[in-house]
């Protein structure tokens, strides 16, 4: 036994010498060639410094100026050649593309089937079946899509500008992205505009922000042993497979609302599966590109025949088209709508160049769009009118060379040995452009200093690698043509509207602030970048800061909460004299009044709003209770409100009114017995030692109240089944802590009316005017979850508009 066991020892060290052998060796790749390479560490190569360096690119520019145009990096041990060198790159990216066609492959190959990380003959025919998907034929059917998502954002920015308030346009920016991809890519219409937490806006956004695949430990885990990607794929694959299969077949017998997380790049794909098959059931004639892709899935070549080879060619399996809706919906949104926030900023720093591009908008003819029925839509500029706008080309451009966007995606790994300008590179190899440094280098881009912005120097002709935002070659941006059309008309409407101009916060904070310029053209605006993010709570508090110093400059009378604070601010007792204790205890300091409204901001909203959502799922469930507040609702007296001089408003139930709707009330409390939600905050901690029923609490230690078993405890609220929703039950008198929703004691929620109000006055109106249905989604999508609020993550429903 002793034996084996030595044995066994003396062959995993025998491994792990010649794994570090091996690693030795491939660390002399760049050595032998000759090749510049900065410090590197063991096993991880550069990737320690790249995981830990904000902005991988700017990286890799920090270290093309010490080491030169062509230099080595490892990630872990795998050989990757960082290049500034247009000739080097044109010979790589389209020269011998035959050679380099692919990209460094990562498990991402295996978990998703979609242009953007396939490989060989399987990404030449995805590329091929959908290349067509692009042509300006199609783009110009898309057109009045665009135009009529870029509607909704036009009546968003009206408001503000009415309001004349400072407002972050990137947000909205996304939000337009966003639903023109849903709409061109797969045919929904999700209007962001008016409903910006829909969940395909919510999912996307997790899977390319803090939660992304390439940011976990499985994905770094292939990189620094690229031996294990397979296997850890197929894992994350079953995980995600068993996850689906728990949600769906088992979790359904034992709780109608607990469901596991899944991850939102699972959650994305299970969706689209579900619309792929809706439409295969039931076709529509839909100009959009899944249609085009649903056309070559149906043409699925027999394995058992001789099909000739443009068939074979010409046919996308079902989980390609899933795939690469996702890499659309993705690669669509995410890129455009930063381009246009760059783009905002540019303006708002260069009023020449915006005054420049609204005289050419200003120019451009009225083409009628006859790809749309709708007389609004067809007046718009449309493919063919922003296509007259030369200018505006090299102004994006222009944009686009300064503030690249789509790095990460540019390299080619070589697929067999080859020569490069005289460097031996070996199959397997990967070259990284260094897009920063081609951008701006002096040789490329001068005599103006390529730090300036300046549209026209792409009047001359450059380097056909000098300008690398949408790739090169045959592999480059297949959306572009679309990216373009689609910032061209957003800009061109925006601008004929509106002028841009700078605020005071745009170079520290990356944002712009509105003053009315023309009578026409007034733009409130901000774009924000993702280099100078702040916190979202140092960013709050110094907005605030702000809102509070206006006040106090040039007080207004209102009555909101702020107001009634500053009031005890301005009463701020003299330390040197001895106030009564009155005022001393009357009294909030700046930056407690700054606080607190941040705290009313946070707790004012998640609770309430999820407690509304709450109250409309239970709705949806018990047709019973629904009517019971109808009912209720119908017989209220119409008070007049004295409060407001707005006369519609005046009419609509008010403070009082709702004063007299008992069973709300108990619907209300029995919504929130049955999901409590800020149940993080209850609890209290001893300041001293003490004693409770019998035992000795020391100081600083911590009672936490168990919500869930008190809301829940047949003792407290029987004799019913606590876990039947009865509103009645709450006729009866409990033990005064059996309702713990808002806490007890004189430390409960201090916003408790204010959200009790706001509940009843919201659902009064909402159930005067129609009826709410369960929608299909309602229980596959309620998954709760805790974060600092325990939340639903959707509530599908419909509603029927009641008989007046
Ligand atoms: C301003 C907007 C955009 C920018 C700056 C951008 C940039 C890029 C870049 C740099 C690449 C890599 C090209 C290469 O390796 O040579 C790429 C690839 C890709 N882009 Fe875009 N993109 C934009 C918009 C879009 C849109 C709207 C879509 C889809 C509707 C899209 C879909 C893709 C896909 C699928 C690929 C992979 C192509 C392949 O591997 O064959 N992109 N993009």
Same mark, same amino acid.
């Given at each position: 036994?002793?034996?084996?066991?030595?044995?066994?020892l003396f062959g995993f060290l025998a491994l792990l010498v010649y794994y570090y052998f091996l690693i030795q060796q491939r660390y002399q790749y760049f050595n032998q060639r000759g090749i510049a390479t900065p410090p590197?560490?063991?096993?991880?190569?550069?990737?320690?410094?790249?995981?830990?360096?904000?902005?991988?690119?700017?990286?890799?520019?920090?270290?093309?100026?010490?080491?030169?145009?062509?230099?080595?990096?490892?990630?872990?041990?795998?050989?990757?050649?960082?290049?500034?060198?247009?000739?080097?790159?044109?010979?790589?990216?389209?020269?011998?593309?035959?050679?380099?066609?692919?990209?460094?492959?990562?498990?991402?190959?295996?978990?998703?089937?979609?242009?953007?990380?396939?490989?060989?003959?399987?990404?030449?025919?995805?590329?091929?079946?959908?290349?067509?998907?692009?042509?300006?034929?199609?783009?110009?059917?898309?057109?009045?899509?665009?135009?009529?998502?870029?509607?909704?954002?036009?009546?968003?920015?009206?408001?503000?500008?009415?309001?004349?308030?400072?407002?972050?346009?990137?947000?909205?920016?996304?939000?337009?992205?966003?639903?023109?991809?849903?709409?061109?890519?797969?045919?929904?219409?999700?209007?962001?505009?008016?409903?910006?937490?829909?969940?395909?806006?919510?999912?996307?956004?997790?899977?390319?922000?803090?939660?992304?695949?390439?940011?976990?430990?499985?994905?770094?885990?292939?990189?620094?042993?690229?031996?294990?990607?397979?296997?850890?794929?197929?894992?994350?694959?079953?995980?995600?497979?068993?996850?689906?299969?728990?949600?769906?077949?088992?979790?359904?017998?034992?709780?109608?609302?607990?469901?596991?997380?899944?991850?939102?790049?699972?959650?994305?794909?299970?969706?689209?599966?579900?619309?792929?098959?809706?439409?295969?059931?039931?076709?529509?004639?839909?100009?959009?590109?899944?249609?085009?892709?649903?056309?070559?899935?149906?043409?699925?070549?027999?394995?058992?025949?001789?099909?000739?080879?443009?068939?074979?060619?010409?046919?996308?399996?079902?989980?390609?088209?899933?795939?690469?809706?996702?890499?659309?919906?993705?690669?669509?949104?995410?890129?455009?709508?930063?381009?246009?926030?760059?783009?905002?900023?540019?303006?708002?720093?260069?009023?020449?160049?915006?005054?420049?591009?609204?005289?050419?908008?200003?120019?451009?003819?009225?083409?009628?769009?006859?790809?749309?029925?709708?007389?609004?839509?067809?007046?718009?500029?449309?493919?063919?009118?922003?296509?007259?706008?030369?200018?505006?080309?090299?102004?994006?451009?222009?944009?686009?060379?300064?503030?690249?966007?789509?790095?990460?995606? /540019?390299? !080619?790994?070589?697929? *067999?040995? +080859?020569?490069?300008? %005289?460097?031996?590179? &070996?199959?397997?190899?990967?070259?990284? =452009?260094?897009?920063?440094?081609?951008?701006?280098?002096?040789?490329?881009?001068?005599?103006?200093?390529?730090?300036?912005?300046?549209?026209?120097?792409?009047?001359?002709?450059?380097?056909?690698?000098?300008?690398?935002?949408?790739?090169?070659?045959?592999?480059?941006?297949?959306?572009?043509?679309?990216?373009?059309?689609?910032?061209?008309?957003? /800009?061109? !409407?925006?601008?004929? *509207?509106? +002028?841009?101009?700078? %605020?005071?916060?745009? &170079?520290?904070?990356?944002?712009?602030? =509105?003053?009315?310029?023309?009578?026409?053209?007034?733009?409130?605006?901000?774009?924000?970048?993702?280099?100078?993010?702040?916190?979202?709570?140092?960013?709050?508090?110094?907005?605030?800061?702000?809102?509070?110093?206006?006040?106090?400059?040039?007080?207004?009378?209102?009555?909101?909460?702020?107001?009634?604070?500053?009031?005890?601010?301005?009463?701020?007792?003299?330390?040197?004299?001895?106030?009564?204790?009155?005022?001393?205890?009357?009294?909030?300091?700046?930056?407690?009044?700054?606080?607190?409204?941040?705290?009313?901001?946070?707790?004012?909203?998640?609770?309430?709003?999820?407690?509304?959502?709450?109250?409309?799922?239970?709705?949806?469930?018990?047709?019973?209770?629904?009517?019971?507040?109808?009912?209720?609702?119908?017989?209220?007296?119409?008070?007049?409100?004295?409060?407001?001089?707005?006369?519609?408003?005046?009419?609509?139930?008010?403070?009082?009114?709702?004063?007299?709707?008992?069973?709300?009330?108990?619907?209300?409390?029995?919504?929130?017995?049955?999901?409590?939600?800020?149940?993080?905050?209850?609890?209290?901690?001893?300041?001293?030692?003490?004693?409770?029923?019998?035992?000795?609490?020391?100081?600083?230690?911590?009672?936490?109240?168990?919500?869930?078993?008190?809301?829940?405890?047949?003792?407290?609220?029987?004799?019913?089944?606590?876990?039947?929703?009865?509103?009645?039950?709450?006729?009866?008198?409990?033990?005064?802590?059996?309702?713990?929703?808002?806490?007890?004691?004189?430390?409960?929620?201090?916003?408790?009316?204010?959200?009790?109000?706001?509940?009843?006055?919201?659902?009064?109106?909402?159930?005067?005017?129609?009826?709410?249905?369960?929608?299909?989604?309602?229980?596959?999508?309620?998954?709760?979850?805790?974060?600092?609020?325990?939340?639903?993550?959707?509530?599908?429903?419909?509603?029927?508009?009641?008989?007046?």
């Open positions: 036994m002793f034996i084996v066991f030595l044995i066994l590197f560490n063991f096993f991880f190569g550069h990737l320690k410094t790249v995981w830990n360096h904000p902005s991988h690119h700017r990286q890799l520019e920090n270290w093309t100026k010490q080491y030169g145009k062509i230099y080595g990096i490892y990630e872990g041990t795998h050989p990757i050649l960082v290049v500034s060198d247009p000739d080097f790159l044109q010979e790589v990216f389209i020269k011998q593309f035959s050679v380099f066609h692919t990209r460094l492959v990562t498990m991402l190959d295996d978990v998703s089937s979609n242009l953007g990380f396939s490989t060989g003959s399987k990404w030449r025919r995805q590329r091929h079946v959908i290349n067509p998907s692009f042509t300006a034929v199609k783009l110009k059917a898309m057109s009045p899509l665009i135009n009529g998502s870029i509607n909704d954002l036009m009546d968003k920015l009206l408001e503000h500008s009415n309001i004349g308030d400072e407002f972050n346009i990137y947000l909205y920016y996304k939000r337009v992205t966003m639903d023109v991809i849903c709409r061109c890519a797969f045919g929904v219409d999700i209007d962001l505009q008016n409903n910006p937490n829909h969940i395909y806006f919510q999912k996307v956004e997790e899977l390319i922000g803090v939660h992304t695949i390439l940011k976990s430990p499985i994905y770094k885990m292939t990189q620094l042993v690229p031996e294990t990607r397979s296997i850890l794929a197929r894992l994350y694959l079953a995980h995600n497979t068993a996850r689906k299969y728990i949600n769906t077949r088992v979790l359904p017998l034992i709780s109608s609302t607990k469901q596991l997380d899944e991850s939102a790049f699972a959650w994305l794909l299970n969706r689209l599966h579900t619309i792929v098959e809706q439409r295969q059931k039931t076709p529509i004639s839909r100009k959009d590109l899944l249609q085009l892709m649903l056309q070559a899935m149906n043409k699925e070549p027999n394995q058992n025949t001789a099909e000739d080879d443009n068939k074979t060619n010409h046919w996308l399996s079902k989980d390609e088209v899933i795939g690469n809706t996702v890499a659309f919906m993705v690669a669509g949104y995410e890129t455009t709508s930063t381009a246009l926030a760059y783009a905002t900023y540019v303006l708002a720093k260069h009023p020449d160049v915006l005054k420049k591009l609204q005289d050419e908008i200003d120019q451009l003819p009225i083409d009628n769009d006859d790809n749309t029925n709708d007389e609004k839509i067809k007046e718009y500029p449309n493919y063919d009118t922003v296509t007259h706008l030369s200018y505006m080309d090299m102004f994006i451009s222009e944009v686009l060379r300064m503030y690249p966007i789509g790095n990460f995606t /540019l390299q !080619r790994c070589a697929m *067999e040995n +080859t020569v490069v300008q %005289g460097i031996n590179i &070996e199959k397997g190899t990967t070259v990284y =452009a260094d897009i920063y440094s081609i951008h701006y280098d002096r040789e490329l881009w001068g005599p103006d200093d390529p730090y300036i912005f300046l549209p026209e120097r792409h009047k001359t002709k450059r380097h056909p690698m000098a300008f690398m935002a949408f790739g090169a070659g045959p592999r480059n941006c297949i959306g572009m043509r679309f990216a373009l059309i689609e910032i061209k008309m957003l /800009l061109t !409407r925006l601008l004929r *509207e509106y +002028t841009i101009l700078p %605020g005071e916060h745009l &170079e520290i904070r990356f944002q712009i602030v =509105a003053r009315k310029l023309r009578n026409t053209r007034v733009l409130p605006l901000i774009s924000s970048t993702k280099q100078l993010d702040e916190s979202a709570f140092a960013w709050l508090l110094n907005r605030l800061h702000t809102i509070v110093e206006q006040r106090q400059k040039t007080p207004i009378s209102r009555k909101d909460l702020l107001q009634l604070m500053l009031q005890a601010m301005n009463k701020e007792p003299n330390q040197n004299t001895a106030e009564d204790d009155n005022k001393t205890n009357h009294w909030l300091s700046k930056d407690e009044v700054i606080g607190n409204t941040v705290a009313f901001m946070v707790a004012g909203y998640e609770t309430t709003s999820t407690a509304l959502a709450y109250a409309t799922y239970v709705l949806a469930k018990h047709p019973d209770v629904l009517k019971k507040l109808q009912d209720e609702i119908d017989q209220l007296p119409i008070d007049s409100d004295d409060n407001t001089n707005d006369e519609k408003i005046k009419e609509y139930p008010n403070y009082d009114t709702v004063t007299h709707l008992s069973y709300m009330d108990m619907f209300i409390s029995e919504v929130l017995r049955m999901y409590p939600i800020g149940n993080f905050t209850l609890q209290r901690c001893a300041m001293e030692n003490t004693v409770v029923q019998g035992i000795n609490i020391e100081k600083g230690t911590t009672v936490y109240a168990d919500i869930y078993s008190i809301h829940y405890d047949r003792e407290l609220w029987g004799p019913d089944d606590p876990y039947i929703f009865l509103p009645e039950r709450h006729k009866t008198k409990r033990h005064p802590m059996a309702f713990m929703a808002f806490g007890a004691g004189p430390r409960n929620c201090v916003g408790m009316r204010f959200a009790l109000i706001e509940i009843k006055m919201l659902l009064t109106r909402l159930l005067q005017e129609y009826t709410i249905l369960p929608g299909e989604h309602l229980e596959s999508n309620f998954n709760i979850h805790e974060e600092i609020a325990i939340v639903p993550e959707a509530i599908w429903i419909k509603l029927l508009k009641r008989e007046t």
